[in-house]
Structures are given as structure tokens and as C-alpha cells.
């Protein structure tokens, strides 16, 4: 049986690189080595390498997608992207992919620009008529308005950089005062920022995966976080958080929140899996937060649970993952 040749792309360059590396391993240990030959290769500013287990680093070769071992070639068939910011979900790494041939596991170039993007998911989505919080947008060296900001959106508020990952920059802003050095901190992590409304209400996390033969709309989580919001510290942090699968909501909201899950989903063009999260507010109307394009896989993790309380292992998760896209090169 020939096996499929796999090189699981992990790391990246963000500040989200570690859990990247977690995720790759939970990754790799869950696929069928009957069925693919994986070799993890840590793609890092312009290093791509694997790394064997007995130390030695190989570099991957970029003109082919291959990696050389002690004379033995691997010319890699299929890339299966772990690296949750840049350059995986950031499409940069999409269309290296696209220009080569290589089929791989995420969304295109494309969808990965507009859901990494947060302005631009929001935008796209609410021309679905999907609810999202009022934003004022900045781009560097915009001059903030304190006084303007809270006319508009007042207080609590949300600044955010407008393209990065596991609330790394967020701020919860209570009062004007803070609002400058937020600001400040988010354009740390991105060039331009978000400021938004604060909605009050529930956290829920609704996986989805949609393939050319069947729909997964995975049980919903909510997500309750013991800081002042899902900040870094609250999602990989034993104990700084509970996430209820199934979450414990009536059959409406339930209903309401799996349609506009598979319309943003489709709005954005999405494949492979997904998440998307949303704030239901006590009214019972849902806005949506973001959309995780390359959602975590590590052990603590929501997706893995929800395949888990779908009665899925991780491993027949990406063997439906890898059967949906090995054959579709964006770039044929």
C-alpha cells in the first residue's frame, strides 16, 4: 500500500507558534501511520525543517516541497497546516502551496485573507445579515479620539489588533482613560486595530466542516471564561476557564446558531475545519466574534472535544479532512 506522503505544517511565526507546535504533535500522534507517511516540518521565518528523532534538523527544500534524509528524497504530496496565525492563516502559506501543485488541509488563499482579517470577516459576514459589534477601524498612525470612541460605542470596550490570534494585543477597556495605551498595545501585534462595542452575554464556540459530500456542524461549546474575557492566559491555562460541550442551551438558540454557523462558513468560502464563535446575548441574539480558520488541536482544545462529544477520534476527524482535500489543488 503506498501511503500518502504528508508533511504536517506546524509553528509559524506569531505569537501563537507554541500552541501551533502542541497542536502538531496531538496531530501527528492521531493520524494512521498505515495510511501516511507524516513528517512534522516547523516552518519558521524562512527555516522549514524537520527535525528526525534522533536530533538532526533537515531543511526543506522550497523549490519542490521535499526533504532529503541521508540520501532519501521525500517529495511531499499533500500539506496538512497546523500554524494558527502567520503565515497559515494568513493565506501566505496557502498560495506558496497553490504555486507549487500541493492539495492541502485549510481554507484557500482567499477565504484564509478574509477570515484572518477581522474588518473584512465582519463585513463579509453582515452582508449575510449575520449581527457583528459596531468597530471603529484604525490603521497606523491614525490619531485615537477618546471622546469620539465613547460617544460611538461607549464603555466597556474591545480593542483588538485587527490580524492576529489568542486575544494576544486585546484589551477590555472600562474606562476612557485606557483607551490610548490599548490602542498602543494592540497595534503591537498588528497594523491596524479594531476598537468595538461591548456585547454582553454567552460565549459559544460552534465547530463545522463542510465537504463536498456531507455537512459536520459539531456540538456547540460554551466557553466561560474565569478572567475578564477568552484572553491567552484563559484558553491554555488549566482551570482558567469551563467549556461545556454540549453547551446547555434551548433547541432555538441552538437551531439559530448552527444556521448562521454554515452561513458564515459559506459566505467566507471556507473548507476544512472551522470555527466560529459568537456572543449570544441574554435576548438570545447572537453576534459573531471570529472566525478560527485553523482552529486549535491540542489536548485542550475545543474541536477535539467537540469531535470527541460527537463520538469522533481526532484521527478520523483528518482522515475525512484529507479524504475532502487531497485531491484539490487550488491552483488546478
Not at 16 to 25: F, K, M, N, P, T
Not at 92 to 115: E, F, H, N, R, W
Not at 218 to 245: C, L, N, Q
Request: glycine share 8%; aromatic share 8%.
Amino acid at each position: 500500500m503506498n501511503k500518502l506522503k504528508i508533511a504536517l505544517l506546524a509553528g509559524g511565526n506569531s505569537s501563537e507558534r507554541e500552541i501551533a507546535l502542541q497542536s502538531a504533535r496531538q496531530i501527528n500522534d492521531a493520524l494512521d501511520k498505515d495510511k501516511y507517511d507524516v513528517k512534522v516540518i516547523d516552518v519558521h521565518n524562512r527555516d522549514w525543517y524537520y527535525t528526525s528523532e534522533d536530533g538532526r534538523c533537515f531543511r526543506l527544500d522550497k523549490n519542490d516541497f521535499s526533504v532529503t534524509i541521508d540520501g532519501e528524497r521525500t517529495e511531499f504530496e499533500y500539506a496538512l497546516i497546523i500554524i494558527h496565525g502567520t503565515p497559515g492563516e494568513d493565506g501566505k502559506l496557502q498560495g506558496y502551496l497553490d504555486l507549487m501543485g500541493i492539495p492541502y488541509s485549510s481554507c484557500s488563499a482567499t477565504s484564509s485573507v478574509i477570515t484572518f482579517d477581522k474588518i473584512t470577516t465582519k463585513r463579509t459576514v453582515a452582508a449575510r445579515g449575520i449581527r457583528v459589534a459596531e468597530d471603529i477601524f484604525l490603521c497606523k498612525g491614525d490619531r485615537v479620539d477618546a471622546d469620539a470612541v465613547t460617544k460611538k460605542l461607549g464603555l466597556p470596550i474591545f480593542v483588538k489588533p485587527n490580524a492576529s490570534g489568542s486575544s494576544f494585543g486585546v484589551t477590555k477597556v472600562t474606562e476612557k482613560a485606557q483607551i490610548a495605551k490599548a490602542v498602543a498595545d494592540a497595534f503591537e501585534e498588528s497594523d491596524e486595530v479594531i476598537i468595538e462595542e461591548f456585547i454582553g452575554g454567552r460565549e459559544m464556540g460552534c465547530g463545522v466542516m463542510i465537504t463536498e459530500d456531507r455537512e459536520y456542524i459539531f456540538p456547540i461549546t460554551e466557553i466561560v471564561s474565569k478572567k475578564e474575557f477568552f484572553d491567552y492566559e484563559a484558553k491554555y491555562t488549566a482551570g482558567m476557564s469551563d467549556e461545556i460541550t454540549p453547551a446547555d442551551i434551548d433547541e432555538e438558540t441552538k437551531a439559530e446558531l448552527n444556521r448562521l454557523t454554515r452561513e458564515a462558513y459559506k459566505a467566507c468560502r471556507c473548507r476544512g475545519i472551522v470555527r466560529i464563535d459568537f456572543i449570544v446575548t441574554p435576548e438570545g441574539q447572537p453576534y459573531l466574534i471570529e472566525i478560527n480558520s485553523i482552529p486549535g488541536m491540542s489536548a485542550g482544545s475545543i474541536v477535539p472535544k467537540q469531535a470527541k462529544a460527537m463520538g469522533m477520534s481526532l484521527g478520523e476527524l483528518f482522515d475525512i479532512i484529507i479524504a475532502d482535500t487531497c485531491g484539490k489543488s487550488m491552483s488546478k
